[in-house]
């Protein structure tokens, strides 16, 4: 055992304060003493350090915090038994009762030592004095730092010295990992007079004695009892819920601490404690909540309840509740905008702890709630958009049970199917990920499973089934949604949204859904409600030709429209730094990162739950080969030419096993192959993947030029700015996108655009754009032009016709106004300039012809882009290209989707 080296100096320094109290302290040397004091410390140190620190607080003038954090760190090595036998003992009470939080923190930290063996926690039991000191101490304090010490040391002591479930009588899922303590210190908390009526007579708004706390402070203690009350419930329930002491009780109006806690303690015209007590009525709905599962013990009404939810109902705390969920006018207006979160807080638990229990309800209330949610959820995209979604209905939505959703549908008021995935909300896309997931898994360590054969209005199969049915009705009325999940992944700047939209992508992947067997669709007895469809039922929501539906999220993932919207997305690679905000490499915050490393999460769901199913199809093997070659190179991905190769590798293997197993679209009819079918793996068995590498370009750095600065950033937005002006402007000149010009004279084809310039069989529907502008187009008020240029700006002016300003304004019988258009006349006039402009093309050209001798080289060049067959090939192909030919290729064979919708009349004997 070690002496620490600055020992003797701070013993000595501490004895100069003792002496003389107005000496500063010396923190540096306390600082180094702590960090020199180890397990290996000879074990005098702590305790002359701590009768020391005794003896040395009431006297010091400044800040104790030095001293006690000594005292602490001091006493890390010690146990409380260390504790007990130092001379003189230490006083926790007088440590308590200091009016110093660091002299309190420093009493609490040594008793909660106690904490950790039930021997121990036995001996502080045996001083009611000490018991009742601490409960004071973390019902009255203005501090939160003490009060939460205070509460640590308190629940340290009660856990550890947890009975047996056996000896107390009681069976709960906590109480099982009892330590085998004797109990002592539940009894001394609830059962001693002074102790418990503490608990009372603390929180009581009508305990007038003198010395009662100020009303702010009982309120601040009447929170920290309601906690406490929710700890000790799921340990020990019956002792918070059934009387201990009646002569107390009955002095509050109560007849228990729970009852007294959510009846009788708090005001609910103070606002804040009303929502205080509705988060308390929350929390209690946990204890001991069935879920989807049935107890083998029960202490409740029936196995879809519990001794919380029982006290709820019996004491209409519940039922008020969903009056004031169902109707917010029983509330005042300002008061419902501090208690519509914790309202709805309360049926979100309900609904998801209690899911039969809600079932049971009368079914009049149960199309309030989902007419409640339909009407919040029909809301504008803009409020969809711009965060005021509303967050209580979407998470009270994904709560409902999922067999009350597709029963809800029957009646055509589903409300899932409000919920949009365009404009992108995080809260939606949660909502929906939530329940097309299907329910947890159920650990049936303490439970057994609810059965299956239509007893009870829904289990863990039918919610698994009920998921499964909803996300193919949701598929069904937005056809889109995948691409808009897409999309709303690849938007870097609204990074809640991203992950979001990932999330939702795993969510459907790991999906726990259920196929819709007799045991899942059988009814409910005593009621018509709830009864699941049929599968051939349900196939009546596939699309056209699609086959089986999939029964499970992974299948749903490698069929349309999943298939070739998602998977690209997951096989592009991740955005660089670059690209976003310029930076953050490295940077495990940084959004393309998190990103990033969602989409490697999926990709390694995916590929998990492939390997899983790959013996179930043939053709899994080389699908689960290409996920596990893009898996094993990280979130990151390979370079650019790999990710080709991967995703090419994978489409194939995709291709050839979803065909055999009936699920995909597109599918050959009247068992024709399909083209490039004899290049299959099947053909040749023996045949291996070829993996060789393919050969690449070598690598080099790609320069990239500095980011811009503000001043040349604006120069190139003004830049940028004032060519959209020209392009948009009245007088910019187009190319002409007919190749009428190839045959026309030099100078139409200097104006050729050999890019759109070829023509095409449905080019003649399209509209032809001017390439210069027209004057007669535009509307002119002539009489602000000079007189000499009317005739210019209007050719079909005529000068002796009446105008404003210059003639009287009644017209001439017979004669036209010089500013009207005359529309006829001027597409006369057009036919007829544009056949005088056909006849001096073609006398032109003849004359070109007959002069070719005379042509010197660079024209003998010029004019090798004139096909002279040009004309010729036209008569024979029709244009272009035959299009009878071109549709009656046989393209039926594909089947009648959007891919091959048989048109062209190809018959059945057209094949590939």
């Known amino acids: ?147 939460q010490a205070a509460f640590d040391a308190l629940w340290a002591l009660l856990e550890i010295d947890l009975a047996s479930p056996l000896e107390n009588e009681t069976h709960t899922h906590e109480a099982e990992d009892s330590t085998g303590g004797q109990g002592l210190f539940w009894r001394r908390v609830f059962t001693d007079k002074d102790v418990y009526g503490r608990l009372f007579s603390l929180c009581s708004l009508t305990n007038d004695e003198p010395g009662a706390l100020s009303k702010r402070e009982r309120t601040v203690a009447q929170g920290r009892l309601m906690g406490f009350l929710v700890k000790a419930g799921n340990l020990r329930w019956d002792l918070i819920s059934s009387s201990q002491i009646p002569e107390i009780e009955t002095k509050y109006d109560s007849s228990s601490i729970l009852h007294f806690a959510a009846c009788r303690m708090v005001d609910k015209s103070d606002v804040l404690m009303h929502m205080t007590l509705l988060n308390f009525f929350r929390d209690l709905l946990e204890i001991e909540a ?20 029982d006290f709820l109902i019996s004491h209409d705390l519940h039922l008020s509740v969903l009056e004031f969920y169902l109707d917010e006018t029983k509330l005042d207006p300002v008061d419902l905008r501090y208690l519509h979160g914790p309202i709805m807080a309360y049926i979100t638990q309900y609904a998801e702890s209690y899911p039969n229990n809600l079932l049971q309800n009368p079914s009049s209330l149960l199309d309030k709630i989902i007419s409640r949610v339909s009407g919040s959820l029909a809301i504008s995209s803009h409020q969809w958009a711009h965060g005021q979604a509303p967050t209580g209905q979407l998470e009270i939505l994904a709560s409902l049970p999922r067999v009350l959703l597709v029963e809800a ?36 360590s303490d439970s057994m499973e609810l059965n299956t054969s239509g007893q009870t209005p829904t289990d863990w199969h039918k919610e698994a089934a009920a998921a499964r049915i909803l996300y193919f009705m949701y598929l069904n009325d937005h056809p889109n ?5 897409v999309a709303a992944a690849d938007i870097l700047a609204m990074k809640d949204v991203s992950l979001a939209a990932i999330s939702f992508m795993k969510a459907v992947i790991t999906a726990n859904w259920q196929v819709l067997s007799g045991e899942v669709i059988s009814p409910v007895p005593d009621t018509s409600r709830y009864q699941l469809p049929s599968e051939e039922a349900l196939g009546t929501l596939s699309p056209a030709a699609q086959g089986l539906l999939p029964s499970s999220g992974v299948w749903a993932i490698l069929t349309p429209p999943a298939l070739t919207i998602l998977l690209p997305y997951l096989f592009k690679p991740p955005r660089s730094y670059a690209e976003f905000v310029g930076g953050g490499a490295g940077d495990t915050q940084n959004i393309v990162w998190k990103v990033a490393t969602a989409k ?22 080389d699908i689960v080969r290409t996920l596990r070659q893009r898996v094993s190179e990280g979130p990151w991905g390979p370079l650019a030419q790999t990710t080709a190769r991967v995703e090419t590798k994978l489409w194939t293997s995709i291709r050839s096993a979803v065909r055999p197993a009936n699920m995909s679209r597109f599918g050959a009819k009247k068992g024709r192959k399909l083209p490039g079918a004899e290049f299959s793996w099947e053909a040749d068995p023996g045949g291996e993947a070829d993996t060789a590498p393919t050969p690449l370009f070598p690598k080099y750095n790609v320069p990239r030029a500095r980011p811009l600065n503000p001043r040349e950033q604006k120069q190139v937005d003004l830049y940028r700015t004032l060519r959209e002006r020209f392009y948009d402007g009245p007088y910019y000149s187009v190319l002409q996108s007919t190749s009428i010009t190839a045959r026309k004279d030099e100078a139409t ?8 310039g070829m023509p095409t069989y449905s080019g003649k529907y399209q509209k032809q754009k001017r390439d210069r502008p027209e004057l007669k187009g535009r509307p002119y008020v002539m009489k602000f032009f000079p007189r000499h240029l009317w005739k210019t700006i209007q050719p079909n002016f005529n000068p002796s016709a009446a105008m404003d300003g210059y ?48 042509l010197d080289a660079d024209e003998d060049q010029e004019e090798e882009i004139i096909d002279s067959d040009f004309e010729d090939d036209e008569d024979e192909m029709g244009g272009d ?29 057209d094949t590939y």
């Open 749 to 756: 084809r200097a104006h050729f655009d050999p890019f759109h």
């Open 881 to 909: 290209y035959n299009a009878e030919q071109y549709f009656d290729a046989g393209d039926d064979e594909y089947g009648d989707d959007g891919f091959a919708d048989g048109g062209g009349g190809g018959g059945d004997e």
């Open 807 to 854: 003639v009287a304004h009644a017209p001439r019988i017979g004669v036209k106004r010089g500013f009207e258009d005359d529309e006829e006349e001027e597409e006369i006039e057009e036919t007829k300039r544009r056949k005088g402009a056909d006849e001096d093309e073609d006398a032109e050209r003849r004359e070109q012809e007959e002069e070719a001798d005379i």
């Open 1 to 147: 055992m070690a002496v620490p080296a600055s020992y003797d100096e701070v013993k000595a320094h501490l004895q100069h304060i003792l002496d003389d109290p107005s000496t500063p302290l010396d923190i540096s040397l306390i600082d180094k003493l702590k960090l020199e004091l180890t397990e290996s410390t000879d074990r005098r140190v702590p305790g002359a350090l701590l009768t020391l620190i005794s003896q040395l607080l009431p006297v010091l003038q400044e800040d104790p915090t030095p001293i006690t954090t000594l005292g602490v760190k001091a006493t890390t090595y010690f146990s409380f038994t260390d504790l007990r036998s130092l001379e003189p003992p230490i006083d926790f009470i007088a440590g308590f009762k200091a009016p110093s939080p660091p002299v309190n923190l420093l009493a609490l930290t040594l008793l909660s030592k106690a904490g950790g063996i039930p021997s121990d926690a036995a001996i502080v039991a045996g001083d009611p004095e000490l018991v009742a000191s601490l409960v004071e101490v973390w019902l009255t304090t203005t501090s939160t730092a003490v009060a």
């Open 600 to 621: 490697y999460e999926v990709l390694v769901a995916l590929y998990n739950h492939l390997k899983e199913k790959g013996d179930q199809v043939t053709g899994f093997e």
């Open 481 to 485: 949604f995948w691409t808009d999940i």
């Open 290 to 309: 069935p879920g989807l599962r049935a107890r083998v013990y029960v202490q409740s009404a029936s196995t879809f309840s519990s001794p919380a939810l």
């Open 409 to 444: 549908a029957k009646h055509g008021v589903n409300p899932l199917l409000a919920v949009p995935t365009s404009p992108p909300c995080k809260e939606a896309l949660d909502a929906l990920a939530k329940i097309f997931h299907g329910p947890r898994k159920l650990d049936m």
